[in-house]
T-cell receptor
Framework: GESVGLHLPTLSVQEGDNSIINCAYS??????FIWYKQESGKGPQFIID?????DKRQGQRVTVLLNKTVKHLSLQIAATQPGDSAVYFC??????????FGGGTRLMVKP | NAGVTQTPKFRILKIGQSMTLQCTQD?????MYWYRQDPGMGLKLIYY???????DKGEVPNGYNVSRSTTEDFPLRLELAAPSQTSVYFC???????????????????FGPGTRLTVL
């Protein structure tokens, strides 16, 4: 079936470096994508979203890139900080009001 | 605003027991959702509601029931708890479908802190 997946289950980066978390999706009809951050013991927290009519969107220290040709989504975090350590999920809307979540990537920031 | 609140935070059930997980949001959101998250996994949608009196099944509805009598509350009911229902349960809400052209879209979902349920 349609699914959202991630390439890397764990990403380890040095503090201050940039991080890139990738996500592949399979449903070309998906029109809305979200990145969530989940810290240990907490619920997912919205980071940034992007509609399918855009290919890039920037927030504070974060950028989401959408490549519809290859059905690829990425989250870029600039100047990664220890507080960025968490599990990051991408999610896509492909059926009305429902989101399909990927399996998550754990980001570990080394001091 | 408190956002989305969930109670209890933790619960241990015996097989066959029943319980209700409570979820309340104070953002006047029409859409509410229940997810479960198994260890090391992503979230799977159990049930969702597009407004008071309207509910629909998600990806994994078996063993659960929901009701939506008010805009604010969306309780999740487990009637006969099974070990397979050991998980962390998250409630979420959103305002309305997204504004992008080309069909439906879910606006940003705001999540509660979760309920950790263990069935022994």
């Amino acid at each position: 079936g349609e699914s959202v997946g991630l390439h890397l289950p764990t990403l380890s980066v040095q503090e201050g470096d940039n991080s890139i978390i990738n996500c592949a999706y399979s449903n070309s009809a998906s029109d809305y994508f979200i990145w969530y951050k989940q810290e240990s013991g907490k619920g997912p927290q919205f980071i940034i979203d992007i509609r399918s009519n855009m290919d890039k969107r920037q927030g504070q220290r974060v950028t989401v890139l959408l490549n519809k040709t290859v059905k690829h989504l990425s989250l870029q975090i600039a100047a990664t900080q220890p507080g960025d350590s968490a599990v990051y999920f991408c999610a896509e809307n492909n059926a009305g009001n429902m989101l399909t979540f990927g399996g998550g990537t754990r980001l570990m920031v080394k001091p | 605003n408190a956002g989305v609140t969930q109670t209890p935070k933790f619960r241990i059930l015996k097989i066959g027991q029943s319980m209700t997980l409570q979820c309340t949001q104070d953002m006047n959101h029409n859409y509410m959702y229940w997810y479960r998250q198994d260890p090391g996994m992503g979230l799977k949608l159990i049930y969702y509601s597009v407004g008071a009196g309207i509910t629909d099944k998600g990806e994994v509805p078996n063993g659960y029931n929901v009701s939506r009598s008010t805009t604010e509350d969306f309780p999740l009911r487990l009637e006969l708890a099974a070990p397979s229902q050991t998980s962390v349960y998250f409630c979420a809400s959103s305002s309305q479908p997204g504004l992008a052209g080309g069909g439906g879209g879910t606006d940003t979902q705001y999540f509660g802190p979760g309920t950790r349920l263990t069935v022994l």
